[in-house]
C-alpha cells in the first residue's frame, strides 16, 4: 500500500482557497471517512475509544457522523503513550513536535514528511495571503516551529529573502539592534516576543514600518495588537494554530479569520460537548484530515472562539471564526463563580493620571488569592498603581485577598510565550455565558474589517 493522501502544493497554496464551499465540504466528508477507517486499523488508542463508544468505521458518513466519536484531548494522548500513534511508523523515520506546556500539559506529535509539508505549506500560504513574496526579508521571533529544520520550498525562500531569526533570550537592546540593523519587511513568531519590541520601540518613540507583521501562539489582545500598529505602521495578522496541528485559522488582509477548511474540521461545543450554533461562543474541537501517524481526531483544546455568521471579499473562499477569546485557564475564577477575562486588565489604568507599570501579570493560586506581579515604569506613579488594584479587589470582591508585588522582570516561557495570566486552578464547572469581559469587545479585539 502507497502512502496515505496528502494534498498537493498547488491545491495548499492556490487552488484551494477559491474552490466553492460545496466543494471542500464533498471533499471534507470523503476523506473524513477515509481517515477514520485508516485510523481504526492503524493507532490503536482510537479503536479502543470507538469501540466502547459503538462507533463502526463502517457506518460513518463524513461531518454529520462527527459527533458521535469521543472527544481526546492532551491528557487523553499522553495516557496512550505509543498506542496514540501508527505502531508501523518507525520512530526514527519521524519528525516531531513539542508543545510548550503553557496550557498545562506539553505533548509530543509526530508526523511523516509528507505530513509536515502539508503544515509548513498552510504557513506558506497564509504569507502569500497577507501580501508576503518570496524575496521579503522576514525576521522570525520566538517561535520554536520557526527554528526547526524547514523543508526545501520553506528552505529555498528563506535563502532568498535573507530571512534570520532572532533569538529572544538575547539582551532587548541586542534585540532592537538586531531589528533596526536588519530592518526586515515583515515579521512572524510569538506574539509576546514581537510585543516586546513593539513596546520598547514606543517607548524610545520610534516606528519601524513594515510590510507584515504575523503573530501567533498566544491571544492578540487588543491593546496588543495597538501597540504593534503603533510600532510598526501596519495592522499584525494573526495566525491561530496549535503545534500539534498546524494552523487552525489566519487572518486574511480583510482582518477576518479563515478556518483552515481543507486542512481541519473545526467545531465549537457547550460545556457538555454539544455542538453549538454558528455566531455562540464555546470551546474548540479540531479534527486534522491529514495526520495519519499520530491523529488528532475530535481534539479538544482549551480555547473558546466562535464560528462566524460573517462573509468575507478577500477571494478566499473559507469559513470565518471569530477571534478567539482565549484559553480556558487564561479566565480567572471569582469567590462568586463569574469569570473575569484577561481583557479586564489590560484596562486598570484608562481612568488614572498615567500607567504605572511596564510589564504584568496576574498569579492566581486559589479562588480566593491573587497576585498581580508589575514591573514599575518609571518615573512611577504609586496613587495610579494603587487605583488599578482597587479595581481589581472591587471586581474579585472582599472574600479575594488581592496583593500587589513589584518585580524586576516578567520573563518569557522557554517558548517565547508571553503569559500575562497564570492560573492554577480551572474554573470547569462555570458555563461561558457568565464570563465577565471589560470594555468595549470590538476595541478589545481590534478592528477584524479594515483593509490593508
Known amino acids: 500500500m502507497g502512502h496515505p493522501y496528502t494534498p498537493r502544493i498547488l ?50 458518513a463524513g461531518r454529520r457522523s462527527l459527533p458521535g466519536l469521543p472527544f481526546v484531548d492532551k491528557v487523553t494522548i499522553v495516557a496512550a503513550g505509543a498506542e496514540a500513534r501508527d505502531p508501523q511508523a518507525p520512530l526514527r523515520s519521524l519528525r516531531s513536535m513539542t508543545t510548550s506546556g503553557t496550557s498545562g500539559r506539553s505533548i509530543t506529535t509526530y508526523f511523516t514528511l509528507r505530513e509536515m509539508r502539508v503544515l509548513r505549506r498552510s504557513i506558506l500560504r497564509h504569507l502569500l495571503a497577507v501580501g508576503a513574496r518570496p524575496r521579503d526579508r522576514f525576521l522570525t521571533v520566538a517561535s520554536a516551529w520557526l527554528r526547526e529544520q524547514k523543508g526545501v520550498v520553506m528552505r529555498l525562500l528563506t535563502r532568498l529573502s535573507g530571512t534570520r531569526h532572532l533569538d529572544i533570550r538575547a539582551p532587548l537592546d541586542e534585540q532592537i539592534n538586531t531589528l533596526l540593523s536588519l530592518r526586515p519587511k515583515g515579521l512572524i513568531g510569538q506574539t509576546g516576543g514581537i510585543y516586546i519590541l513593539a513596546r520598547e520601540l514606543c517607548r524610545r518613540g520610534q516606528t519601524l514600518p513594515m510590510k507584515t507583521v504575523i503573530t501567533t501562539g498566544t491571544t492578540l489582545l487588543g491593546d ?30 480583510r482582518g477576518n479569520y479563515h478556518v483552515d477548511a481543507d486542512r481541519v474540521v473545526v467545531e465549537i461545543v457547550d460545556d457538555a460537548g454539544r455542538r453549538l450554533p454558528d455566531g455562540e461562543r464555546g470551546h474548540v474541537v479540531v ?89 514599575p515604569l518609571k518615573p512611577f506613579c504609586e496613587r495610579s498603581l494603587s487605583a488599578g488594584v482597587d479595581l481589581i479587589r472591587r ?44 470594555g468595549d469587545a470590538d476595541a478589545q479585539n481590534g478592528d477584524v474589517t479594515r483593509s490593508h
Not at 413 to 434: E, H, Q, W, Y
Request: net charge positive.
Open 395 to 438: 471586581r474579585f470582591g472582599p472574600d479575594c485577598d488581592v496583593q500587589s508585588r513589584m518585580v524586576n522582570d516578567l520573563p518569557l516561557t522557554p517558548a517565547g510565550k508571553r503569559r500575562c495570566i497564570v492560573s492554577k486552578l480551572r474554573p470547569a464547572t462555570m458555563g461561558f455565558d457568565r464570563v465577565w469581559i471589560g
Open 11 to 60: 491545491d495548499l497554496l492556490v487552488a484551494d482557497v477559491r474552490r466553492p464551499p460545496e466543494w471542500i465540504a464533498w471533499r471534507t466528508d470523503r476523506q473524513l471517512c477515509y481517515l477514520v477507517r485508516h485510523v481504526w486499523s492503524h493507532v490503536p488508542l482510537y479503536r479502543h475509544l470507538w469501540s466502547a463508544a459503538g462507533v463502526s468505521p463502517d457506518l460513518f
Open 287 to 375: 479534527t486534522s484530515l491529514y495526520q495519519y501517524t499520530m491523529p488528532l481526531i475530535r481534539y479538544r483544546l482549551q480555547d473558546i472562539a466562535a464560528l462566524s455568521l460573517r462573509s468575507c471579499d478577500c477571494g478566499c473562499r473559507f469559513p470565518l471564526m471569530e477571534p478567539v477569546q482565549g484559553r480556558v485557564n487564561d479566565f480567572l475564577a471569582t469567590p462568586t463563580g463569574d469569570l473575569v477575562s484577561p481583557h479586564f486588565f489590560f484596562h486598570l489604568f484608562d481612568q488614572t493620571p498615567t500607567n504605572p507599570v511596564k510589564d504584568w501579570r496576574v498569579v492566581q493560586d486559589d479562588v480566593k488569592h491573587l497576585v498581580y506581579e508589575y514591573v
Open 224 to 253: 496588543i495588537r495597538q501597540m504593534m500598529v503603533d510600532a510598526f505602521a501596519v495592522q499584525p495578522r494573526d495566525l491561530y494554530g496549535a503545534v500539534e496541528l498546524g494552523p487552525i485559522s489566519w487572518q486574511c488582509r
